[in-house]
């Protein structure tokens, strides 16, 4: 069961039928993730059902974080998850010595009924709510991430060696000699990939080049973390590794993260070794997997490569100048690849990443857009390369494992995305089964466009989650028949899943997937269903794995990875949407321009340009007329005037109100100095013209548009007044 801020909730059923819907009042009597039986006692008008609690079948034994607070005599915790939808009642001695307004973590002692509240007692006081940290503290417990290694996997990460011994080489390549380089971000503190190019020749002249042989070094985490072990019961229960602003929760202790397997220069390093012939063309002709035993030759950034490729004469070019000649090999390589990988189809959207920039008190001093050099192109394009190889010499021996499948769009999000181009005047159209190469078209052709944030955010909405799952359907995204994880072992455990499979397969053996947490949770998980049929990167029907049993257990493993990988981006979202409210704060009252990123039925949001943080105007900002949300064009428009507002449109606004506890920023419009682009138009007719014709007409429209406005702004009432009138939101899932 889900329940809503709004407090109303949703039954989201195992069968996966649609969720259905529970009054306030039903509420009354369950907590948000309680496992609930309900009968359907309606319908509402949209023909969605409406039920009544039947009965608890499991409530939730996990800490529920709050503030304690007391008021009229009573304690109580007002839970920081709005979704609990009530307040806590502590008894007073049950307090455990918690201040007023402290955070808190407690459990349950006595269920909410109907007519009373649930009671709890204290079980820990993290501290203040302006402490340092304090919002990362919250999210590991509310979202319950596990921050806590167990005594058992500590004591056998001590034991291990601090460094690399005789006994540990046995059975591998020498590859120390080769001058491998990590290249990374600044502020990485583990290494878990080396890389190195060579140009292959063949004969003499410049007709003899043939390609390049490229090497990617992976840490082998598998020798040091065995199945069975508690270093691998913790590593599987995290699944993924979470990067909050400042901190991270490793899957691994840091000694191995940071140390043992991290691919530190100038150390003696084990590792699994992907080594490819890459052709002129970009194509992989040649790959094989093994143990071998590196020495990182330099630690690099992506600043500092993508300045040598861009001067190799330069100052930086001649501090690397031994490995100069290898990093043009390696970018030559990638040009080959990214040709290869348009060849193919693969979609590419141009986004802007953001990261945040904290003081020495783990507060926002700056939000800066991330830049994508080369240097960073060239890395993912090496990996990209290595993860197919892996997939396809898993599949090549028809062994199970995970693998990273991505799914086109469904013909429901077909067909929208075909109405939403056709509702602009683009002369697109998708196939039934459409492919990769197609949306990426629709990219390509779009890009210029005033209004392509907004086309191409439909594209992406067009396309299903990635997911790990044992049941192989290609890679819709990156156009692949088959894509697997095998970088990231030291962050992600599919990816050290795999690596044990590659293992087991250069032995001439089988790796069955076995151990107390894995096994733990297939018995908490539903059978697995039956594989998908419909592959959409050319992928036509996919193969079961080889036994009942070992579907089972691979299909719960895929599922409990995606979960905590979705669990883990949650916390990372919600962290940075606290700080964003802190950092707001002050800044209420501020003007700022910004761009319009997405349009629902209850308002706009909005993204500022100097501060790139998002904020909510809502429709009631909107004037005085009713505003009407057209799904297929994605907008909303009003009725009497005409006036619209799409993706795309710039706007300026003021910073109205901030409320830390639901991670929400409200912003008001300002007239005055309004950018032009955000208002068009309705069209005199239904053959007015493409989205683009309209948006070239504002000009000529701009007095009539900025009389609109005026109108509109006279007719407004103040904040409480009661003129304005909006169109009805749907219930916020």
Known sequence: MLGHRDGHGFVRRDDNEPDIYLSPQEMRSVLHRDRIRVRVVRSDRKGRPEGRVIDIVERRKSPIIGRLLHENGVWLVAPEDRRYGQDILIPKNATANAAVGQVVAL??????????????????????????????????????????????????????????????????????????????????????????????????????????????????????????????????????????????????????????????????????????????????????????????????????????????????????????????????????LLKQRGGRGAIDFETTETQIVCDDNGRIEKIVPRTRTEAHRLIEEAMLAANVCAAEFIESQKHPALFRVHEGPTPEKRLTLQNYLRSLGLGFSLSDDPKPAELQAISLATKDRIDATQIHSMLLRAMQQAIYTASNVGHFGLAYDAYAHFTSPIRRYPDLL??????????????????????????????????????????????????????????????????????????????????KCRFMRDHLGEEYAGTVTAVTTFGLFITLDELYVEGLVHITELGGEYFRFDEVRQDLRGERSGVRYAVGARVRVQVSRVDLDSRKIDFRLVREGE????????????????????????????????AARAKAVAARPGPAGKKGRAAKPARKR
């Open 107 to 336: 459990e349950l002692t006595e269920p909410p009924s109907v007519f009373s509240q649930p009671v709890g007692r204290i079980t820990e006081v993290l501290g203040e709510i302006d402490d340092p940290g304090m919002e990362i503290e919250i999210a590991v417990r509310k979202y319950e991430v596990p921050h806590r290694f167990s005594p058992e996997s500590l004591a056998q990460a001590a034991a291990l060696p601090d460094r690399v011994r005789a006994i540990d080489k046995r059975n591998r390549i020498d590859l120390t000699d080769v001058p491998l380089v990590t290249i990374d971000g600044e502020d990485a503190r583990d290494f878990d990939d080396a890389v190195y190019c060579e140009p292959l020749k063949k004969g003499r002249g410049k007709t003899a080049f043939e390609g390049w042989r490229l090497i990617v070094a992976i840490a082998d985490v598998s020798h040091y973390v065995k199945p069975g072990d508690p270093l691998d019961d913790d590593a599987y229960e995290r699944a993924t590794s979470v990067y909050f602003p400042r901190r991270v929760i490793p899957m691994l202790p840091e000694k191995i993260s940071n140390g043992l397997c991290s691919l530190n220069p100038d150390e003696e390093r084990l590792s699994m070794v992907c080594d490819m012939l890459v052709s002129v063309s970009g194509e992989i002709t040649a790959y094989q997997f093994y143990p071998a035993v590196i020495r990182s030759h330099a630690r690099l950034t992506y600043t500092e490569v993508a300045n040598i490729l861009g001067n190799t004469r330069g100052v930086e070019a001649q501090r690397r100048a031994d490995l100069v000649p290898h990093l043009i090999h390696l970018h030559e390589v990638y040009r080959a």
């Open 498 to 579: 795999v690596h044990r499979v590659i293992k087991a397969l250069l032995l001439g053996k089988r790796y069955h997937l076995t151990g107390s947490a894995v096994e733990h949770t297939v018995a908490a998980l539903p059978a697995p269903t039956s594989p998908r049929k419909i592959g959409k990167a050319g992928k036509a029907v996919a193969k079961p794995p080889a036994s009942a049993q070992d579907a089972g257990l691979w299909e719960a493993a895929g599922g409990h990875c995606s979960a905590n990988e979705r669990r883990a981006d949650e916390a990372s979202r919600d962290v940075e949407a606290w700080l």
């Open 675 to 706: 950018t032009d682009a955000l208002v068009v138009r309705k069209p005199k007719s239904a053959a007015a013209g493409s989205a683009s014709e309209e948006l070239k007409a504002v000009k000529s429209r701009d007095r009539t548009a900025k």
